[in-house]
């Protein structure tokens, strides 16, 4: 049977709406919520990309992995209920409007469950998405592998989770997909899309993992600037104009038949959505999820009405793909801030995991909104006390090398008028198509950019209270770069050890499961700027000399031991016995099978020593 639509969620008949939000500051109605597309609608740039019929919105048949027409399953990690001892996930699956809704069995070894039954999020066309909770008792000792069934039939799943006291183990991988610039003959030399996902796979089916934590860029969206429906608006020359102008129907059309597609099928054709239905997500978002810089440009481009619209569309199916929920139901999903969707979960009682959403409230001058950091830290101090680490996942590194004198250079591209003259306008290395520098974007999306410094140092400020008072370690685990590395912030005195160092706070940086890594040429100029920096009077940063030796058994390219250009993911395992984390960066072999692990050893905080 169709279901029925609700006037409070869709808007069928009167089209687009002005945005408005609820008492939460969530955004509410809108364009965001307009399905109804005529036959005739704008596709996707790649024609639908071959997957979904364009008159009725049905998958075509190589879509199609299960017999019964359901797209999916892809499973999510929740939380754990630590008074109940309880894993909490969620099951996402796209089926035809006219299926009933579909239900979520499972087999923890103790006989199946009742059927955990759907809600509905949202409908595309004639698609509907449904997300299913599911619960799992945590046996006390043991872990344990859970079977599960869609509807009861067709494929069985399975997934793991840890027992009461035994070790989390979770990866982290970022920029699951291809930059538009990159060639087949660069894809063909890096050995494909999976030499990584192979791996990580291989590694999961030996000794599972509980979560795969996705770190920004599970896809890559920006070619929806590839559309003719954009051009009239891009050929206007005056900025306040080109701000002013509306977000037309066309638009919009374009916005859910692209999202929706591209969605489709970068997390159900390739390897990533093969490993969501045995590995759970949990998923930050970076700007290409979006597009290329999304909160990084100036003011007349971020709130123009195209951006400002477009960006609904985009988070529109990033919470419904990535997050599991939709408007209505994200907070009551377990998301917070003052406009966003942050998350914060328990993997399991000792370590505590922070998921800030850096890029919805971003603006040239503020990544995060001080209201959603207040929100941040009121839950952080009301972790459990059993909380021994809090890891906190970034977009982009903290911890990163200066980027100072490429901003400063292309700040004086921007000041002499440069982007304004037509022969530099044609040279796509220096402009992109809104009339700005290039990397300008790139720049300002860093946390050490200058633009952005003092919000960075007063959210590790506020860490480093929150460590002294709480007695937990804190680690940042971060992507973006396309490259991998560790560095840390610290306590200015030499004598002091990590052990007792409450400033101690270690950067993995885990950078790209795919796409291609940056040229030597520029790690080589990244590298030249990794050097010790002062946060304040007691604290300094660094990055660690992690590769002394590349994956060959030779010296790194230029002797660039701080940062290391190969495709990678990085995978985590409590140590109860002390209360480190066990981490390995885990980089692409050179013959592009398999991968060489660079062990890094986070220590815990000890309590009884801190100074």
């Not at 048949?61 to 027409?69: C, I, S, T, V, Y």
Request: proline share 7%; with cysteine; net charge neutral.
């Amino acid at each position: 049977m169709d279901f029925p639509v609700s006037k409070t969620q869709f808007n069928e008949h009167d089209g687009m709406q002005p945005t408005q939000y609820d008492e939460n500051g969530i955004p509410r109605g809108g364009p965001a919520y307009y399905p109804g597309q005529p036959v005739n609608a704008p596709g996707d740039p790649d024609s639908y990309e071959g997957n979904f019929d364009a008159r009725t919105g049905e998958p075509l048949p190589h879509m199609r992995r299960r017999p019964d027409g359901i797209i999916g399953p892809a499973l999510m990690f929740v939380d754990t209920d630590l008074q109940s001892a309880t894993w909490r996930g969620s099951v996402l699956v796209l089926a035809p409007r006219t299926y009933s809704p579909p239900t979520v069995t499972l087999n923890d070894g103790f006989g199946p469950s009742l059927p955990f039954s759907a809600i509905l999020l949202d409908t595309y066309k004639m698609t509907a998405f449904y997300r299913i909770d599911i619960q799992v008792k945590l046996d006390v000792h043991q872990e344990k592998t859970v079977e599960y069934k869609v509807n009861n039939e067709g494929p069985t799943y399975r997934f793991f989770v840890p027992g009461q006291t035994t070790p989390w183990r979770f990866c982290f991988w970022s920029c699951n997909g291809w930059s538009l610039s990159v060639s087949d003959k660069e894809k063909k030399e890096l050995g494909g899309d999976n030499v990584v996902w192979d791996d990580l796979l291989a590694k999961h089916n030996l000794v599972p993992f509980h979560v795969q934590v996705c770190g920004g860029d599970q896809l890559y969206a920006d070619k929806i600037w590839n559309a003719d429906v954009w051009k009239p608006w891009l050929s206007i020359k005056d900025k306040y104009v080109r701000r002013d102008a509306p977000f037309t129907r066309e638009m919009a059309l374009l916005a859910d038949d692209f999202y929706f597609t591209h969605y489709a099928k970068c997390f159900f054709l390739g390897k990533f959505g093969e490993s969501m239905t045995t590995l759970p997500i949990s998923c930050i978002v970076d700007d290409h999820d979006v597009w290329d810089g999304i909160g990084s440009y100036p003011d007349y481009l971020q709130n123009s009405q195209v951006f400002v619209q477009l960006k609904e569309y985009a988070f529109k199916y990033w919470r419904l793909y990535q997050a599991h929920t939709n408007q209505q139901m994200a907070r009551q999903h377990g998301y917070f801030g003052a406009h966003g969707y942050c998350w914060l979960k328990q993997f399991g009682p000792y370590t505590a995991a922070l998921g800030p959403d850096t890029r919805y409230e971003r603006s040239l001058n503020q990544i995060v909104m001080p209201q959603t950091y207040d929100l941040m830290f009121d839950r952080l101090m009301q972790l459990p006390q059993s909380v021994k680490h809090l890891v906190v996942f970034l977009g982009v590194p903290i911890v990163y090398p200066r980027l100072t004198y490429i901003e400063k250079t292309l700040a004086g591209i921007k000041s002499i008028g440069l982007t304004k003259i037509s022969f530099l306008a044609k040279q796509k290395a220096l402009v992109n198509i809104w009339g700005e520098p290039e990397l300008s974007d790139d720049m300002n999306d860093h946390w050490t950019s200058e633009v952005h410094m003092e919000e960075r140092k007063q959210f590790v400020l506020r860490l480093q209270d929150f460590a002294r008072q709480r007695n937990v370690r804190v680690t940042f685990v971060a992507g973006d770069v396309h490259c991998c590395g560790a560095g840390r912030f610290a306590s200015s005195s030499p004598q002091l050890p990590p052990e007792r160092d409450f400033r101690f706070m270690a950067q993995i940086v885990s950078s790209a499961i795919m796409n291609i890594p940056p040229p030597n040429l520029v790690i080589r100029a990244v590298h030249s700027s990794a050097k010790t920096y002062e946060l304040d009077r007691s604290t300094d940063e660094m990055m660690y000399r992690l590769f002394e030796q590349d994956v060959n058994g030779k010296a790194p390219p230029n002797n660039n031991t701080k940062l290391l250009a190969r495709r990678n993911f990085s995978s985590y395992v409590e140590n109860l016995q002390n209360h480190s984390m066990i981490v390995n960066i885990h980089v692409q072999n050179e013959n592009n099978r398999g991968t060489k692990a660079y062990p890094i050893n986070v220590p815990a905080l000890d309590q009884m020593n801190v100074v």
